[in-house]
């Protein structure tokens, strides 16, 4: 379910030739049923999905780390072996944005283990927590001088993030397109850090898995329970303003305070989605209903992610973007998001298919056998 959300995260940067207002990428026009497809995106998706994948990226590094301090692997190995990881993770990112698609995220979250493990592994839980607490603190800051900026600022109007974020994808000729991309994704694994939602996210996750509150769920039901509901909860409240803005409905002179606060409360949100899965996971197996086959094959995909990420990339540049087919060109909102949720059904059942046959992700076991070469 995690990389659907990506799916329809990302779609909406390839209606490349629909007009955009202010808030995020979302086309101004459409019927009632993009208008409904628009308001649940900005709701439940938009600014959520990399901090959640930020938290479970943080997840599996410390499973990582704690198996190979397990099996009797010294510290400085255990780091030296994440570090080759991240690195090769940040090669990944690179050619996928060269390639396809400049938004990718694989790059930033190795940048963000490169930075991130040497500053903060074998540190205290207490530590962890106060910084954590001081990345929350600056993004609230955050929020309050975009609401006070906004407030001061009466008139003139922005340049369209859009209009320069689809650059790439608009440009027919494929070469300068991917002139156009790789820059900008350069410029993205910068603001990745200094946003400051994905070390908080890493943060987080990092001390999640200490615990073992994904792998042990029963263990910690109450603490999932509030992270879940108060987090979503504070994630949907903002993005359902946001989407009442972009409908017309609010009619605020402005969205910047709004969207800021959007992109602050994705962390709650973000986190809380992963609280919500490990429920669902501790309810899958208590019911003992791990064999079904809708669930085997979600299991299947999630340990292909990697694979089943740049599938999307694999299916949304050529035949979305203006250098590959345009088709981009002629969707509106909810059809665009039907496109989103085929192709992740298309990776739901390649995975499953090479799960029953034995075979690993192609992505996962390239990066496997670079890192541990």
């Known amino acids: 379910m995690m990389l659907l959300l990506i799916a329809l995260a990302h779609v909406p940067w390839f209606l490349y030739d629909a007009p955009v207002g202010t808030i995020m990428l979302h ?16 709701t439940v998706v938009d600014a959520r999905t990399h901090t959640m994948f ?118 027919p000729g494929y070469l300068l ?62 993005g359902a303003a946001l989407a009442l803005q972009h409908v017309g409905v609010l009619g605020l002179p402005s969205a910047a305070a709004l969207s800021a606060l959007h992109f602050y409360t994705g962390i709650f949100a973000g986190v809380g989605y992963a609280a919500l899965f490990g429920l669902i996971a501790h309810r899958i197996t208590a019911r003992g209903t791990r064999e079904l086959l809708p669930v085997r094959a979600l299991v299947a995909l999630g340990r292909r992610s990697l694979s089943g990420y740049l599938t999307q990339s694999l299916v949304f540049g050529p035949f979305l973007a203006a250098w590959g087919l345009g088709l981009g060109a002629h969707l509106s909102s909810w059809q665009a998001a039907l496109v989103a949720l085929a192709t ?14 034995g075979v690993r992700g192609p992505a996962e076991t390239l990066l496997r056998r670079l890192t541990y070469r």
């Not at 074998?122 to 975009?146: K, N, P």
Request: charge should be positive; proline fraction near 4%; aromatic fraction near 8%.
């Open 177 to 238: 397109s991917a002139a156009i991309r790789f820059p900008m994704w350069l410029a993205q694994l910068v603001s990745g850090l200094i946003t400051l939602a994905l070390p908080t996210g890493f943060l987080l996750g990092v001390l999640a898995a200490r615990h073992r509150i994904l792998e042990e769920p029963s263990r910690h039901l109450p603490l999932l329970r509030r992270v879940a509901v108060l987090g979503i909860a504070a994630g949907w409240l903002t």
């Open 344 to 357: 992740w059904l298309l990776t739901v059942v390649a995975a499953f298919l090479m799960d029953r046959a």
């Open 27 to 42: 086309p101004v026009d459409g019927n009632l049923a993009d208008r409904i497809a628009q308001a649940l995106t900005l």
């Open 54 to 171: 930020g938290f479970l990226f943080a997840y599996g590094i410390g499973q990582l780390y704690a198996r190979r301090m397990s099996r009797g692997t010294s510290p400085e190995q255990a780091r030296r072996l994440l570090r080759r990881r991240h690195l090769w993770m940040l090669v990944f990112g690179a050619v996928h944005a060269a390639l396809l698609w400049q938004g990718d995220i694989i790059g930033m979250y190795g940048l963000i283990g490169l930075v991130m493990v040497p500053l903060f592994f074998g540190r205290s839980d207490r530590t962890l927590r106060i910084w954590a607490g001081v990345l929350l603190a600056l993004g609230a800051l955050a929020v309050i001088a975009t609401t006070i900026t906004a407030m001061a600022v009466t008139g003139g109007s922005a340049p369209v993030a859009a209009d320069v974020q689809r650059i790439s994808i608009a440009e």
